[in-house]
């Protein structure tokens, strides 16, 4: 049973800081980590995906992936209310074929303070 | 910007009765999925589809769902007697390629 395990929170920081999301995977086939913003109530929203092991920027968003651990993160910069949501962790394996499926994290529950 | 959209947003249906969730993938995706949440819970695969034909499905897919594609433009998923576990957020997604998931907004089920 592939298995992602994420802090389930709450995350609390004051504005304009750094949150640090956490993630880790069990299946070393795992090829593909995506990080999916979701509001109470409403559908996951991609921030950012991931294939190779170091860091990705894309503007207060830097996902880090190291796959020797099999570990994930997501360093939002500057932190803002509007950032307070569930911050997903979903992963993919590469397998060949047709499997194309998402195995998602329970989730990290943030909160940033005005 | 292309979305994914579903619907209804919500539904509320009698334990026993079978209900459609309808969905419109991206236009040019080629890859269609569905989900589901159960409040406070993960979100979990339910199937995948491509080229016409189911490529995988999760063991919570059983005889009691089915997906088709109607047309060119709807993805739906049939739940054929519900029951009151069904009751949970179904989110359906697309992708272009073996890629990037872009997930529609919900609908949410109630069996009462």
């Known amino acids: 049973q592939k298995e992602v395990e994420q802090n389930s929170g709450p995350l609390s920081v004051p504005e304009g800081a750094i949150a640090s999301l956490n993630c880790t995977y069990s299946d070393r086939v795992s090829q593909s980590f995506f990080w999916y913003r979701q509001y109470s109530g409403k559908s996951p929203e991609l921030i950012m995906s991931?294939?190779?092991?170091g860091d990705k920027e894309d503007g207060r968003f830097t996902a880090q992936l190291n796959k020797a651990s099999q570990y994930v993160s997501l360093l939002i910069r500057d932190s803002q209310p509007s950032d307070s949501a569930t911050y997903l962790c979903a992963v993919r394996e590469n397998s060949g074929g047709s499997n194309y499926k998402l195995t998602f994290g329970k989730g990290t529950l943030l909160t940033v303070n005005p | 910007e292309p979305e994914v959209t579903q619907t209804p947003s919500h539904q509320v249906t009698q334990m026993g009765q079978e209900v459609i969730l309808r969905c419109v993938p991206i236009s040019n995706h080629l890859y269609f999925y569905w989900y589901r949440q159960i409040l406070g819970q993960k979100v979990e695969f339910l199937v995948s589809f491509y080229n016409n034909e189911i490529s995988e499905k999760s063991e919570i897919f059983d005889d009691q769902f089915s997906v088709e594609r109607p047309d060119g433009s709807n993805f739906t998923l049939k739940i054929r007697s519900t029951k009151l576990e069904d009751s949970a957020m179904y989110f359906c997604?697309?992708?272009?390629?073996?890629?990037?998931?872009?997930f529609g907004p919900g609908t949410r089920l109630t069996v009462l």
């Open positions: 991931i294939y190779s092991n």
């Open positions: 997604a697309s992708s272009e390629l073996r890629d990037t998931q872009y």
